[in-house]
Every structure is written in structure tokens, then in C-alpha cells.
């Protein structure tokens, strides 16, 4: 005889699990942290580089990076500015998880650090079904990969709590319809807060580093002892 | 591609629940799919059948329920499917929607063999 049973689970109910033990972990440290995702060569690796050159010294940045193979290019550019990073090699899978986010956490001194800045692997699909616990998702949309990329990819714009919107120096060159874009984004996710950026000409940027800054909570020294 | 990590998500949660109930095996599992999930059944059947192997779980039946993405216009109440691209309200063309349907990912039952009810002589 066979019996069947309601279960009802989410599927990815265990890493969600995980993704909240790495959140309540990063709260007891004082650390607000990012998952930045976006397709490859959106500039995710440019506006790591150029928040860390913006923020004052004060805070204290780490940086996951994550990657499909064993390729350092990103986390050497990082290490150069001086960031304690840790590169995440997920084996060829398409995106990182709450256990690979607890690993490279592991890898971090969080008692140090104000800010974890993860890297996600570059793709819009995976990335937007698996949790890390990190407090904002951040995705960096490019202008040359057009304007339809909330159309396609409607999943990852609904997890979304910013958007950035990178390389706009780009905008006079490119059939881009800012418009048709945003349009696209505000059905997915009302009121999304957005960065309109060029991270090769610093336009914007100290908008995003004042958002940053205004969710970076005070170091309280009890985290330290 | 991440059918993998989903397959093995589903597995778990099955044989979870089966040892649970100490069931000596799982005939069937039933899934809900929201059109939102991007999940492609063939990949998910294609790695159940190697990774099932030995488990509890082994040449049980995936049941797929699909679920189309459905929106409500909040300014004007009225329903639709998301078919082709997303659009404004067919109605009244405000962008201001809400996602009522299509985001499920969840295992909603199993069926399994053997099941041992709460038995005090046992």
C-alpha cells in the first residue's frame, strides 16, 4: 500500500536555512554585506573597485569572490586596493550558495570589517534562486546588453533591493530606451531603488556610496571584545 | 543551470520525510513549479535518475504542476497571464502590478510505501 503525504517545502528550504545563519552571523559582527550579481561583464569587479576607492578608510571592506573556475583576475585586482578577499572556486556551478558564502565567511575577519561585499558568479539565472543570507541583493545591469534584460530575466529584477545601472558614458552610442528599461523593472519591483553610474567615469557613484554608507552600521564594541 | 542543485534539494527533502514517516520506499513526488522558478523538468528528470540511484527515493515518479505567472493591475484589479513578454495592464496600461502566481518551487507531497502509523504495542 502506498500512502501519499503532504510535505509542502520550498525546495531550497535547507539553503535558506543556511543563508540565515550567515545573516544572523554577520549581524552579530556589525557587518552589512551585499550579494552583487549581474550577468558577465556587467562591471560588478569596476564598482567593487571603485567603492572601495570612494568609501572613507574608516570602514572596513572584505570581499567573496566568486568564480566558475580557479581564474584569480578578479580577487588580485581587489587584493591590489588593499581589501582582505577571498576567492570562492565553485567547480564550474553557475551560482554561489549559502554554503559557499559560509565558507568564504569563515575565510574573512569579521570582526574587523563593516562591509562584505560578495561577487557573485556572473549569470542572471542561478544566482536569483539561492539565498546567501547577504542583507541587500544588488544587480549591475549594463547599457550594452540593452534595455529588454528585465523581460528575460523577470526572476533575479524580483529579488532585487538596488539596481545598478553601469556604464551610462555609454548611452549616446547605444539604442539603450532608458525608458522601456525602467518600465520593465518598476512592474517587477515597485519603487526599486536605482543607481544610474558610470564606473569608468566615477558618474553617480557617490549616490551609491551614500546609500552604502547610510546602511553600515556602527561597529559596537561589544562585537570587538 | 542549476537543476542539479535543485534535484538534489528534492531528494533530500524526500528522503527526509520518508525516514520520517519510516517508509521503505518513495513511489512518487509531487512538484509545484511557479512559470517564474526558470526550472527545465527534462534536466531535473535527467539527473534524478542518476542521483536517486541507491536511495530510498530510487525510480521514484517526479509529478511536475506548472503554475503560468499571473499579475493583478493594483489600479484597476484586473487579472492576466504573463504569456509572452511582460506587459502594462491590458486594461488600463498601468505598470503598477503585483506577481500573484508563478513564484512557487516546492515539493508538495510524496507517496510512499510501507508507512508505519503511531503503533503502542510496537
Known amino acids: 500500500m ?30 552589512f554585506s551585499l550579494n552583487l ?7 560588478k569587479t569596476s564598482l567593487i573597485l571603485q567603492t572601495l576607492s570612494h568609501l572613507p578608510p574608516e570602514i572596513k571592506v572584505g570581499v567573496v569572490e566568486g568564480d566558475t573556475a580557479p581564474v584569480t583576475i578578479d580577487a588580485d585586482k581587489i587584493a591590489e586596493q588593499g581589501a582582505p578577499v577571498v576567492q570562492i572556486n565553485t567547480g564550474g556551478q553557475c551560482h554561489l550558495d549559502a554554503v559557499l558564502l559560509e565558507l568564504g565567511l569563515n575565510q574573512l575577519p569579521l570582526e574587523d570589517l563593516n562591509l562584505v561585499i560578495v561577487e557573485n558568479v556572473g549569470n542572471l539565472i542561478c544566482p536569483a534562486s539561492f539565498k546567501l543570507g547577504t542583507h541587500a541583493n544588488v544587480l549591475v545591469a549594463s547599457i550594452p546588453e540593452g534595455d529588454d534584460k528585465p523581460y528575460k530575466y523577470p526572476n533575479i529584477y524580483r529579488g532585487l533591493d538596488v539596481l545598478v545601472i553601469n556604464k551610462i558614458d555609454l548611452l549616446p552610442y547605444l539604442d539603450f530606451r532608458m525608458d522601456y528599461f525602467k518600465q520593465g523593472v518598476e512592474m517587477l ?6 543607481f544610474e553610474v558610470s564606473c569608468k567615469t566615477g558618474e553617480g ?21 | 543551470m542549476h537543476e542539479l542543485a535543485v534535484t538534489e534539494s528534492i531528494l533530500e527533502i524526500a528522503t527526509q520525510e520518508a525516514a520520517a514517516r519510516a517508509a521503505s520506499k518513495v513511489t512518487d513526488i509531487y512538484l509545484s513549479l511557479g512559470q517564474l522558478s526558470s526550472i ?9 535518475d542518476v542521483i536517486s540511484q541507491g536511495t530510498l527515493a530510487e525510480g521514484a515518479q517526479l509529478h ?16 492576466f497571464d504573463l504569456t509572452e513578454e511582460l506587459t502594462p495592464c491590458p486594461s488600463c496600461q498601468s505598470i ?7 513564484e512557487e518551487f516546492q515539493v508538495d507531497a510524496i507517496e510512499i510505501l510501507d508507512e508505519v502509523i503511531n503503533d503502542p504495542k510496537s
Open chain 1, 2 to 31: 502506498t500512502q501519499k503525504v503532504e510535505v509542502v517545502r520550498k525546495i531550497l528550504d535547507s539553503n535558506d536555512r543556511l543563508a540565515a545563519g550567515n545573516q544572523a552571523r554577520l549581524d552579530d559582527m556589525n557587518v
Open chain 1, 37 to 43: 550579481m549581474a550577468s558577465p561583464g556587467a562591471g
Open chain 1, 205 to 225: 557613484i557617490p549616490a551609491w556610496i551614500d546609500w552604502l554608507k547610510a546602511h553600515i552600521p556602527a561597529k559596537a564594541q561589544a562585537a570587538k571584545e
Open chain 2, 40 to 48: 527545465v523538468d527534462e534536466s531535473v528528470q535527467f539527473y534524478w
Open chain 1, 189 to 194: 519591483n515597485p519603487g526599486l531603488q536605482i
Open chain 2, 96 to 102: 503598477a502590478l503585483e506577481i500573484i502566481q508563478g
Open chain 2, 64 to 79: 511536475f504542476t506548472h503554475i503560468p505567472a499571473r499579475l493583478r493591475c493594483k489600479d484597476c484589479g484586473t487579472e
